[in-house]
């Protein structure tokens, strides 16, 4: 292999012979496989103003768990926006009516001769009104000339059901089958306070390699389309709110990054709070990152929804290993991106996740060194109890350290939440969502001083 081929990661197309290189944070790196992922994001092509989407095979190099300061770091230019599209089927090239917005629905439907307010009534129906349309019989009160074109020219479902997983707290965990045969995870996560929540994916896999996250072992399969996302939202809906009651909230912290889905995420979150649709409160739609700082400063200019930052350390050392995004957006520039951004909103926080990891950044020296970052920053910290899964190195702190880890925050002027495992029976808990495969993303190397830590939970 040459110097340059050892400098730089390769991602190559297989039915091509077209080679990409993305960004990468370290020039020293083995190579010890290849992950062959389908991207259908990657090429696409206009008819009618229509975009289609076409399958690709990618297969990308990954760094050796050898290798001190390595990480692969995704182009998010391998994933091209779907802002403006209409999304649409390859095979029957028929749109798919929950990737649309309000705005493009009408305009789609007064395409084919019918008035905007038929648009508000297909709208509603699937959205609103304990509806949620999944068919053309399902459309009551539509008239018949526009139910024809419906079945003619659209699709109504994005995902396919493939099981409904119970954990023995009320947890659920619904399985969905995309078209393409992949599989994606949501979580519906009753309270006994009357607040239910939805926890949905926005990608299938991670790029990110976050190493206390389950799904971050899979390596990134392939963003979802905003029709996959919102649908996964009205399915909560439609299948179990006779069980758990009203959904009341969404969190964007199922499988993936979702501002490694920047398009599709906002679209996805707009129709959610259409006040005509699905009507969540903006307030109550979360949408979370693991630090994408460019497409943070967008998310702060173009939406309303509330936000999440997953921090997880407070020294740039143990985030680089931990979560090798860091190597790209530092900490200093993270906080300091929040600190500008939330300076001129009015009443807004930010919420920052910490996942507690016995050893690593549990420390009274972490919870101080906490209580410093934030400063400036208007936010509320939520102290995330670790779920263990199958190959995973670290281990839970113990309750009553998170709880004098919680005192030390408190004390400084910060609130404080405590979130607690749930759905872990089932795998539903943060972090434990997916199914990785044979070839997994590399295992980043372990800090010399953690390793005692670690070594506890073999």
Same mark, same amino acid.
């Given at each position: 292999?040459?110097?340059?081929?050892?400098?730089?990661?390769?991602?190559?197309?297989?039915?091509?012979?077209?080679?990409?290189? +993305?960004?990468?944070?370290?020039?020293?790196?083995?190579? +010890?496989?290849?992950?062959?992922?389908?991207? +259908?994001?990657?090429?696409?092509?206009?008819?009618?103003?229509?975009? *289609?989407?076409?399958?690709?095979?990618?297969?990308?190099?990954?760094? #050796?768990?050898?290798?001190?300061?390595?990480?692969?770091?995704?182009?998010?230019?391998?994933?091209?926006?779907?802002?403006? #599209?209409?999304?649409?089927?390859?095979?029957?090239?028929?749109? =798919?009516?929950?990737?649309?917005?309000?705005?493009?629905?009408?305009?789609?439907?007064?395409s084919h001769g019918f008035r905007p307010g038929q648009a508000l009534m297909l709208w509603k129906r699937l959205y609103k009104d304990n509806i949620?349309?999944?068919?053309?019989?399902?459309?009551?009160?539509?008239?018949?000339?526009?139910?024809?074109?419906?079945?003619?020219?659209? !699709?109504?479902?994005?995902?396919?059901?493939?099981?409904?997983?119970?954990?023995?707290?009320?947890?659920?965990?619904? @399985?969905?089958? $995309?078209?393409?045969?992949?599989?994606?995870?949501?979580?519906?996560?009753?309270?006994?306070?009357?607040?239910?929540?939805?926890?949905?994916?926005?990608?299938?896999g991670c790029a990110m390699n976050c190493q206390f996250c389950y799904t971050g072992r899979m390596g990134l399969k392939r963003n979802l389309t905003?029709? !996959?996302?919102?649908?996964?939202?009205?399915?909560?809906?439609?299948?179990?709110?006779? !069980?758990?009651?009203?959904?009341?909230? =969404?969190?964007?912290?199922?499988?993936?990054?979702?501002?490694?889905?920047?398009?599709?995420?906002?679209?996805?979150?707009?129709?959610?709070?259409?006040?005509?649709?699905?009507? *969540?409160? +903006?307030?109550?739609?979360?949408?979370?990152?693991?630090? $994408?700082?460019?497409?943070?400063?967008?998310?702060?200019?173009?939406?309303?929804?509330?936000?999440?930052?997953?921090?997880?350390?407070?020294?740039?050392?143990?985030?680089?290993?931990?979560?090798?995004?860091?190597?790209?957006?530092?900490?200093?520039?993270? $906080?300091?991106?929040?600190?500008?951004?939330?300076?001129?909103?009015?009443?807004?926080?930010?919420?920052?996740?910490?996942?507690?990891?016995?050893?690593?950044?549990?420390?009274?020296?972490?919870?101080?060194?906490?209580?410093? $970052?934030? %400063?400036?920053?208007?936010?509320?910290?939520?102290?995330?109890? *670790?779920?263990?899964?199958?190959?995973?190195?670290?281990?839970?702190?113990?309750?009553?350290?998170?709880?004098?880890?919680?005192?030390?925050?408190?004390?400084?002027?910060?609130?404080?939440?405590?979130? *607690? #495992?749930?759905?872990?029976? %089932?795998?539903?808990?943060?972090? %434990? @969502?997916?199914?990785?495969?044979?070839?997994?993303?590399?295992?980043?190397?372990?800090?010399?001083?953690?390793?005692?830590?670690?070594?506890?939970?073999?």
């Amino acid at each position: 292999m040459s110097t340059t081929m050892r400098r730089l990661g390769i991602i190559t197309l297989t039915n091509s012979a077209a080679v990409v290189t +993305p960004s990468l944070l370290s020039s020293t790196a083995a190579f +010890p496989g290849t992950l062959t992922l389908p991207s +259908p994001l990657r090429n696409h092509r206009l008819s009618n103003s229509i975009r *289609f989407h076409k399958s690709k095979s990618l297969s990308f190099s990954c760094f #050796s768990s050898s290798s001190s300061s390595a990480a692969y770091l995704p182009s998010l230019e391998e994933y091209p926006s779907t802002k403006g #599209s209409v999304e649409a089927r390859d095979d029957n090239q028929k749109v =798919v009516l929950k990737g649309m917005t309000y705005a493009t629905l009408q305009e789609w439907v007064q395409s084919h001769g019918f008035r905007p307010g038929q648009a508000l009534m297909l709208w509603k129906r699937l959205y609103k009104d304990n509806i949620w349309a999944n068919n053309v019989d399902e459309l009551e009160g539509l008239n018949k000339d526009l139910k024809r074109m419906i079945s003619e020219h659209a !699709e109504f479902g994005a995902l396919s059901l493939k099981d409904i997983r119970s954990a023995s707290d009320g947890t659920r965990k619904i @399985l969905f089958t $995309l078209d393409d045969g992949l599989v994606i995870e949501t979580v519906v996560i009753p309270c006994d306070r009357g607040r239910t929540t939805v926890c949905v994916s926005s990608q299938v896999g991670c790029a990110m390699n976050c190493q206390f996250c389950y799904t971050g072992r899979m390596g990134l399969k392939r963003n979802l389309t905003t029709a !996959e996302i919102v649908e996964q939202a009205v399915y909560a809906r439609r299948l179990l709110s006779h !069980e758990v009651g009203s959904i009341t909230n =969404v969190v964007f912290m199922g499988m993936g990054e979702p501002f490694h889905n920047i398009d599709n995420v906002i679209k996805a979150a707009n129709i959610m709070v259409d006040e005509n649709g699905l009507h *969540f409160s +903006p307030r109550k739609v979360t949408v979370s990152t693991s630090g $994408l700082v460019p497409q943070l400063k967008r998310f702060l200019r173009e939406s309303n929804c509330a936000l999440a930052v997953s921090l997880n350390a407070t020294t740039d050392e143990v985030r680089n290993w931990i979560m090798p995004i860091n190597r790209k957006y530092k900490l200093s520039l993270l $906080l300091e991106t929040l600190r500008e951004g939330l300076s001129s909103r009015h009443k807004y926080k930010v919420l920052f996740e910490y996942v507690m990891l016995a050893g690593v950044n549990d420390s009274m020296d972490d919870a101080r060194r906490l209580v410093e $970052l934030v %400063q400036g920053i208007p936010c509320k910290i939520n102290l995330i109890q *670790f779920n263990p899964h199958s190959g995973s190195q670290f281990i839970q702190t113990e309750e009553d350290k998170m709880i004098k880890f919680r005192n030390v925050l408190a004390q400084g002027g910060c609130t404080v939440l405590m979130r *607690f #495992s749930r759905g872990n029976d %089932q795998m539903a808990a943060c972090g %434990q @969502l997916g199914m990785i495969g044979a070839v997994q993303a590399p295992v980043m190397r372990v800090p010399e001083q953690f390793r005692t830590a670690l070594k506890a939970s073999v």
